[in-house]
Structures are given as structure tokens and as C-alpha cells.
């Protein structure tokens, strides 16, 4: 018998982590499809030769080009290990046990997790029929016990976002002692001008805090940053509870190196949208149910056949993430690898396993 472990641990799922296979298409984790560029590189190496020093304690070079590049104070911004990092900081700093949050479902899966590690009850509230945030309902299930509703803005794994109006109704009603955490991970491969941009809100609303990453359109998942934009005393209660130089040298070096050449950033997205939009329509053509998407996914509502699809994707070597009896979802790749999914697709459609 080895020492006695939490016993509400067990209760907490294991993380569903994606497969990977040496020489299969992966698809399945959100990823961008291209390697940071040669000068991105170049800085990591830099800052690994200084690997023997801690990092800064705040980021302080990043948080400062940050916040003249976003327009907000310094003291608004905390950077973070991946916003990941930042989703569990802000559980830490604003729920203490019996607390509850709100969010949608489904959503992206680490919100009740961390909630439940805090002791934290997580009301979940389900998408619409079109797999969209249901507003009124989130706000329906505030209780004086919720302390955060998370907000994913494109949903993952739906893609699907909520537009400003709705969004700015929903926060006038909401009571402004709850934190709204605006998760805008794929905020940058939005091209609906309906959709908010989510630090405008937190300029002006003390109550939401934002959070972005570098992982996905800046091509930095491996290194792990992000950052959240909130009121500065929302940024002091997570700095409080950070883990100590979470985010390292290098990941702070390859963040402010990306800044250095915001225009390969746009091309890289413009394309990732270009191709979401070519696969979106392709799938529908084939008469695939596909949800429309504003991130760099899309996603296939396929219900009781979800598995079976995404096995036969796996036969055919392209891995999408499966969500059992509800749907798979597609990070949009390289536009070779986007067609051969729309392959493995069609072929599934046309020969679906006995
Ligand atoms: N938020 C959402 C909605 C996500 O999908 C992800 C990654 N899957 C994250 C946050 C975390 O990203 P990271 O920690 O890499 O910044």
C-alpha cells in the first residue's frame, strides 16, 4: 500500500490523449500544419543556449510587446504555460471547494476537469441544435455559488462561434462578480465579422478575462504559451497562483520572435481558412454533415457512426479525434493532407463497413 492518494481523484476522467503513428496524417489535435519558421527556430536555439538561467518571472519583455501591440496595460496581461496553463490558474485564483462553474457541452474538455481537482461543481450547459453556445440557458444555470462560465469562442470541437450582440447581451445580464473566461484559442481563424474580438470586451468589462495561445496559428504547440488579457486585479490573482518559471526561456523567446513577423502568421491562417472552407464544402457536397467552422477544425456530427468513421479514417492513416457517439473532429492540415481525408471520407460514404 503506498501512501493514501486523494480519494476524489478517481473520479477525475485521464486525459484523453491524441494517438499518434510514425507515418500517419495527424489531424486530431488542433496543431498548425507547419513547422515555426527559420527565424522562430533560430530564437529557440538562441535561448537554449542560456538554458543554464531561469526565465523571467512575468515575462516581462513578452507581456510588454504584448501590451503595445494589444493596446492594454501591462498589467493586464499574464502569460502563461499554453492558456491551458492559464484555464487552471484561473480556477485556482476564483473557485475555492463547493464553488461551481459554468460551461458549455460539449466543450473543450479541460474545464470540468480542473474544476473538479479544485473540489468545484461544473454545471454544463448543452450547445443548441445548431452546436452553439446556448446563451440564455448558460445564464440560466448561474447560481450565487458560480464563480466562472467559460466561454469558448470558436467552440472546440464544434467551431462554431457566438457573435457580438448575443455575447454582449449575455455579459450585461450576467452578474459582474462572475468571471466570464473567454477562451479564444482559434481567435485568429475567424472570418465572421460578427464575432466579437474578445479583448475589446476585456478593455471594458472588469469581469472577462481572455485567453489566447500561441499553439495554433503561431505554430508553437511544442513549447507551450499562451496569454490571458483581463482587469489587473484578475492578473494578480492568477499571477499568485502560477507555478513559479512555468513558462520558459525558450518559450518566451520563440513567442517574441513570431511577434517579430506578424505577416507570416497571416499567411499561414488565410490559408488554413482557404482550406476550411474548400474542405467544408467538399464533405457537404458528399452529403457528410459537417458544422460550419470558425477555427482551424470542422467537425462531423456523426453521431452513433463517429467511431466507426474515424477507425476507418485511422485504416486509411489519417487520424481525426473521435468523440464517442457524438462526432469527430478534423483539424484542418496541409492541403494534401486535407485531401486525403476528403478521400478517406468519400470512401468511407461509399463503402461503409459492413
Ligand atoms: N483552449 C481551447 C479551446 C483549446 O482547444 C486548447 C487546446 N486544445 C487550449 C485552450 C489549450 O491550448 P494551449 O494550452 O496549447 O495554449
Redesign the pocket.
Known amino acids: 500500500m503506498g501512501p493514501a492518494i486523494r480519494g476524489d481523484l478517481a473520479a477525475v476522467p485521464d486525459y484523453n490523449i491524441p494517438a499518434t503513428a510514425p507515418d500517419a496524417i495527424l489531424l486530431n489535435?488542433?496543431e498548425g500544419p507547419l513547422p515555426p519558421p527559420p527565424h522562430v527556430v533560430e530564437a529557440i536555439a538562441r535561448a537554449a543556449a542560456e538554458a543554464h538561467r531561469y526565465p523571467q518571472w512575468f515575462s516581462d519583455t513578452l507581456t510588454d510587446r504584448l501590451a503595445r501591440a494589444l493596446g492594454v496595460p501591462e498589467a493586464g496581461i499574464a502569460v502563461g504555460?499554453?492558456?491551458?496553463?492559464l484555464?487552471r490558474d484561473l480556477v485556482q485564483a476564483f473557485c475555492a471547494p463547493g464553488d461551481e462553474i459554468v460551461c458549455a457541452w460539449r466543450?473543450?474538455d479541460?474545464y470540468p476537469v480542473f474544476a473538479r481537482v479544485a473540489g468545484v461543481r461544473t454545471r454544463t450547459v448543452p450547445l443548441d441544435a445548431a452546436h452553439r453556445h446556448d446563451l440564455e440557458a448558460m445564464l440560466d444555470a448561474v447560481t450565487p455559488a458560480t464563480r466562472i462560465v467559460f466561454v469558448?469562442n470558436p467552440?472546440?470541437p464544434t467551431g462554431t462561434a457566438v457573435g457580438a450582440r448575443e455575447l454582449g447581451a449575455f455579459l450585461d445580464r450576467l452578474p459582474e462578480r462572475v468571471l466570464v473566461v473567454l477562451?479564444e484559442?482559434?481567435r485568429e481563424f475567424v472570418d465572421d465579422p460578427a464575432v466579437p474580438d474578445g479583448i475589446e470586451l476585456a478593455r471594458h468589462r472588469p469581469n472577462v478575462a481572455v485567453?489566447r495561445?500561441?499553439?495554433?496559428a503561431y505554430a508553437l504547440?511544442g513549447v507551450?504559451?499562451?496569454y490571458c488579457v483581463a482587469a489587473p486585479s484578475v492578473v494578480s490573482a492568477v499571477h499568485k497562483v502560477a507555478v513559479p518559471f512555468a513558462v520558459s526561456r525558450i518559450a518566451q523567446a520563440a513567442a517574441l520572435a513570431v511577434l517579430d513577423r506578424p505577416e507570416e502568421l497571416r499567411d499561414g491562417t488565410a490559408q488554413v481558412v482557404r482550406e476550411r472552407a474548400r474542405l467544408t464544402e467538399r464533405l457537404l457536397r458528399d452529403g457528410h454533415p459537417v458544422t460550419p467552422s470558425q477555427a482551424n477544425f470542422v467537425w462531423l456530427p456523426l453521431g452513433r457512426h463517429a467511431a466507426e468513421f474515424a477507425g476507418f479514417c485511422a485504416e486509411q492513416r489519417v487520424l481525426v479525434r473521435l468523440f464517442p457517439g457524438e462526432g469527430v473532429r478534423v483539424t484542418i492540415g496541409l492541403r494534401e493532407e486535407n485531401d486525403a481525408f476528403h478521400a478517406a471520407a468519400a470512401r468511407y460514404r461509399l463503402h461503409p463497413p459492413a
Open positions: 489535435s488542433n504555460c499554453g492558456s491551458v496553463g484555464c466543450s473543450f479541460a469558448c467552440n472546440n477562451d484559442a482559434y485567453l495561445t500561441f499553439s495554433k504547440a507551450r504559451i499562451g
